[in-house]
Structure formats: structure tokens, C-alpha cells
């Protein structure tokens, strides 16, 4: 049975907070906001907002479900690993079991600089719930280039670490990090992670992200903050203003936007290597038939995973593929030579 809308009081205990209102909510509802990376702080964050009545939900991910996510990314189930169901699809699924009254589109993709102003174009805002810099560094110059403002935020073993990015404005990541910085590098499968923290920083950020769209600029926190919440430690830098000279929002040298050269990148330390989209349209059960001898496989209508010791490939309709089992590009690259094609 649907509710009507006007019966529906899922948001009264959040309109009674009288900084959001009724007004704020409306303004909620209008909002879209496009997520990049769905882990563990992307679950936590869209899980958050999509509770709070934000519009337009925009998931973009590359990646797919395994048992090792359970233990923090809070939007999906076993069911979902044992089907190795994309994330963003699976999420897109569960928001749908809370919260039918907001759009949400999922999108099962990397973000490159080739499909950067189909994935982030037309948003109000662009959370972060990557796991790499080199995505992060694209988000920043993709949203100083085109004035939308965006959220840093990411985790690793007990510590935490976030930045609002309001272009024009503040600093933007590469003012405070010219460069990738040290120490936050190393990845949740070298550090751990626990989950407590993914939900402190998703909490942070996910409260910015509602001053923003409410339109309560006044209030947005103007610095880096930090917690280490095994260490009780937390920090603060100030990010108020740009940095001087900085290459991205200053020079508008937008260095990650014009970078061609990515035909292969190392997934977060998990021992794979994913062969970009190559535009190969493949038909699964056509695969599924020719790969059948050669070893174990299995598909679903979103992926493809064959088995061939030691090594595990996982394709996606597009084309793209994650091969675990190696780290070396060059043994990716001829696997999939010769089991999907060159
Ligand atoms: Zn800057």
C-alpha cells in the first residue's frame, strides 16, 4: 500500500530540528547528490542521507560485494556477497527498502576522465567514499573546474580524516595536499579498519553535506579535521581559505582531468588489477559457454566470475574486469587477452 505523501511523517523528527524545518526539507528533497565510491563510508554516508529525504541519489561504483565488506559497509548483506552483486546496484536496492520516495540511480563504473561529466554533471554535491587518492585528486578537479562543491572523507584503521571543498571559497584538496600524502596510503587491507570510525567520519561529513544542500553555508566547517578514536585524538587544520599558487584552484591546472594514461590501476592493496572499460560490449552466456572448459564460472545479469587457479576474474557487461590474483598489469593484461579478448 502507498502512502500518500502529506500521511507519510517519516521526516517530522527531522523538521522539528528547527536549523532544517520544513524549509530545509523541501530543500532536501530537491537536492541531487552524486556518491563516488560505495564502501564503507559511501554506505555509511548514502545510508544517511538517503534516511534524511535527499532526492536524487547518484551511486557510482566499481566494485562488487565480497564477505570482507560486511564487517563496515553497512548497506549490504551475505545474500549480496554470494552473488558478487555490484555494490552500487545492491544499494540501490536496499535504499529502496527504506526510503521508495527518493530517486536513487545506480551506477556500476570507475570514474575516469573520460566519463567524469556523465557521472558527476548536474549535482549539487559530490560526497567521497573512494579509497584512493588518484579518484579523489579527479573528483577535486573536476569540481573546482565546474564550481560544485565536494566532501573528502575517508578512513583507515582507527583514524579518520575530513574536508569541505567549496570551490571559490575554501581550500581544495590539492591546496592541502599537493601531493598524495603520506600515511594515509597505506590501504584497510595492509592497516585494518574499524567500523566505528567509517561511521564517525560518514557522520561528520553526511551532517556538512545537510548544512550545504539546507543552504546553512554560515555553519559549514572550514578545516581538515581528524579523529583517531582508538587514540582518542583528534585534530584541526585550517582550511579557510586557498592555498597560494595552488596548482588545481588557482593555475586551474587540472592535471587528473586531462590524464589519459590510466589503461590499468591496483585496486585498494586486495592483490587485483582492474583492466579498465574497453568498450567490449560482452554477452554473458556467450562467455559463460567458451569459458565453461576452461575453468569454474558463474554469472548473474550484472557479473561474470570465472575462477582459473590462482587467479579470479570478475567481468562487468561494459567490459571492464577485476583479475585477482596478481598485481602485475602485464599478467592482467594477457590474462584477459586471453580469456576475454584483446
Ligand atoms: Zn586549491
Known amino acids: 500500500m502507498v502512502i500518500p505523501l502529506e500521511l507519510d511523517d517519516r521526516y517530522s523528527r527531522q523538521t522539528l530540528f528547527r536549523q532544517i524545518g520544513p524549509e530545509g526539507q523541501k530543500r532536501l528533497s530537491a537536492a541531487r ?4 565510491g560505495c564502501g564503507a563510508t559511501g554506505s555509511s554516508l548514502v545510508s544517511l542521507l538517503a534516511r534524511s529525504g535527499v532526492g536524487s541519489l547518484r551511486i557510482v561504483d566499481r566494485d562488487y560485494v565480497e564477505f570482507s565488506n560486511l564487517q563496515r559497509q553497512s548497506l549490504f548483506d551475505e545474500a549480496d556477497a554470494r552473488e558478487s552483486l555490484p555494490k552500487a546496484i545492491a544499494a540501490a536496492r536496499q535504499v ?28 549539487d554535491l559530490i560526497l567521497d567514499g573512494t579509497d584512493n587518492f588518484e579518484t579523489r585528486y579527479l573528483i577535486n578537479d573536476y569540481a573546482v573546474q565546474n564550481s560544485i562543491a565536494w566532501i573528502y572523507a575517508a ?15 575554501t581550500a581544495c584538496l590539492a591546496c592541502v595536499f599537493p601531493d598524495p600524502p603520506q600515511g594515509i596510503v597505506e590501504t584497510c587491507e595492509s592497516e585494518g579498519i ?6 564517525l567520519v560518514a557522520s561528520l561529513a553526511a551532517t556538512e553535506a545537510l548544512k550545504f544542500l539546507v543552504g546553512a553555508h554560515a555553519g559549514l566547517r572550514r578545516t581538515l579535521l581528524s579523529w583517531d578514536v582508538w587514540r582518542n585524538e ?5 582550511a579557510a581559505t586557498p592555498a597560494a599558487g595552488c596548482r588545481a584552484c588557482g593555475a586551474r591546472n587540472f592535471v587528473h ?20 572499460e574497453r568498450h567490449r560490449p560482452l554477452n554473458f ?7 565453461q572448459p576452461l575453468g569454474s564460472v558463474r554469472h548473474n545479469e550484472f557479473v561474470l566470475k570465472f575462477w582459473r587457479d590462482p587467479y579470479e576474474m570478475t567481468l562487468f557487461p561494459d567490459g571492464r574486469a577485476i583479475i585477482k590474483g596478481t598485481t602485475d598489469t602485464a599478467v592482467a593484461r594477457s590474462l584477459y587477452a586471453r580469456y576475454v579478448g584483446s
Open 33 to 36: 547528490v552524486a556518491f563516488v
Open 96 to 123: 529502496s527498502q527504506f526510503n521508495s520516495q527518493i530517486v536513487v540511480e545506480p551506477q556500476v563504473a570507475d570514474l575516469t576522465p573520460a566519463n567524469a561529466d556523465k557521472l558527476l554533471g548536474g549535482v
Open 155 to 169: 578512513a583507515i584503521g582507527g583514524y579518520g580524516v575530513t574536508m569541505n571543498i567549496l570551490p571559490g571559497e
Open 194 to 199: 574499524l567500523n566505528s570510525v567509517v561511521n
Open 234 to 238: 583528534h585534530g584541526e587544520i585550517g
Open 257 to 276: 582531468l586531462a590524464g589519459e594514461g590510466r589503461p590499468h590501476i591496483t585496486l585498494c592493496g586486495r592483490n587485483s588489477v582492474q583492466i579498465h
Open 285 to 291: 552466456t556467450e562467455m559463460s559457454t567458451r569459458l
